[in-house]
Every structure is written in structure tokens, then in C-alpha cells.
């Protein structure tokens, strides 16, 4: 992971751990024991830095979501895509905090507008999905459930549970005509 990668991991560690209000350059410089001047090489502002850490979460689900896509077969292929990249993130604790970013795509409409052309483009894949509409719905709601309870839950007692819903739910998906 190159230095850039690192410091927006650790300001969206701060605004999942301490609210958005507490990133500041200065701060994000403290926590990565750097310079401010090392932090403004990478990023012109916090306006610059929160995009990039939008964009870097929107690749990052992106390619692992690819990944599986090229993998798959069977029925539901986006949408059993989509709930494997998000147990991926789920179950890994450095990229499960990028969510934070979410919550600064209410704080600047360059962000706002970012996820709302990256749900609209997923939205059309889903759409594209075959199977069951019904039934794919079904799991991309336990999936977006999974990113709600990544945000806001600190209990995870189930989450072996839930990895195991979502698992079983693909197999089923799998199955289904096309």
C-alpha cells in the first residue's frame, strides 16, 4: 500500500472512529506521523482528500466486484457479485472502515454526485440482472443492510451468521433460471 493508499485509509479511520468534524489536514498529518506539507503533496485540500477517498472506495469495491464477476457463473451474476465484494469488505477491517466515506458524500455535492452516478450505474446492472427480480432484491438488501450495520454497529456476534445467510442466498440465487 503506497502512502497516498494509507492516508485515506487513516482519515476515513477518523471519521468512522471520530466524526467527520475531527478529520482535518493537520490532524491526518498527526495520526500518519507526517508532515501537513506531506499530507498537502497528496491532496490540495480536504475537499480534494475526501474525493479521492471516494473515488479509492469506489475502485476498490469495484475490482473486487469485477473479480467475482469474472468468476461467476449461473444466474444472478451482479447480484451474487455484489454481496460477495460486500462480505469481502465485511470481513476485512481496514477496508470495512472505507463506508466511513459514505458519510461524506453529505458534506460536498462533487461526492454526492459521485455515488449518485456509481448507484446509477449499479442500479442498471441490477436491473440487467437475470433470476428472479424479486429474489435478487432480497440480497442486495441484505447486502446494503450489511454496509448499515458496517457503519453503525460495533457488535459482531453475528457476523458469522450473516456471512452465512449471504453465502446460502448466492448458492440458492445460482440455481435459478436465467
Not at 53 to 69: F, G, P, S, V
Not at 102 to 118: C, P, Y
Request: aromatic share 12%; glycine share 4%.
Amino acid at each position: 500500500m503506497n502512502k497516498k493508499e494509507q492516508l485515506l485509509i487513516n482519515a476515513a479511520k477518523i471519521i468512522y472512529e471520530e466524526g467527520i468534524q475531527k478529520l482535518t489536514m493537520d490532524y491526518l498529518a498527526k495520526t500518519a506521523d507526517i508532515t501537513k506539507g506531506g499530507v498537502l503533496y497528496h491532496f490540495e485540500n480536504k475537499a480534494d482528500l475526501l474525493l479521492q477517498m471516494n473515488e479509492m472506495a469506489i475502485q476498490k469495491y469495484e475490482d473486487t466486484l469485477n473479480h467475482y464477476l469474472s468468476q461467476l457463473s449461473g444466474s444472478s451474476l451482479f447480484t451474487r457479485a455484489y454481496a460477495y465484494a460486500t462480505l469481502d469488505f465485511f470481513k476485512n477491517p481496514e477496508t470495512a472502515l472505507l463506508p466511513a466515506v459514505f458519510i461524506t458524500s453529505l458534506e460536498d455535492e462533487g461526492n454526492f454526485a459521485l455515488w449518485k452516478r456509481t448507484s446509477a450505474k449499479w442500479e442498471e446492472q441490477f436491473q440487467l440482472d437475470s433470476g428472479d427480480p424479486t429474489e435478487n432484491l432480497k440480497l442486495r438488501l441484505i447486502c446494503d443492510g450489511i454496509w448499515f450495520s458496517i457503519l453503525y454497529s460495533a457488535d459482531h456476534s453475528l457476523d458469522s451468521q450473516i456471512e452465512t445467510l449471504v453465502l446460502n442466498y448466492c448458492d440458492l440465487l445460482e440455481k435459478e433460471p436465467s
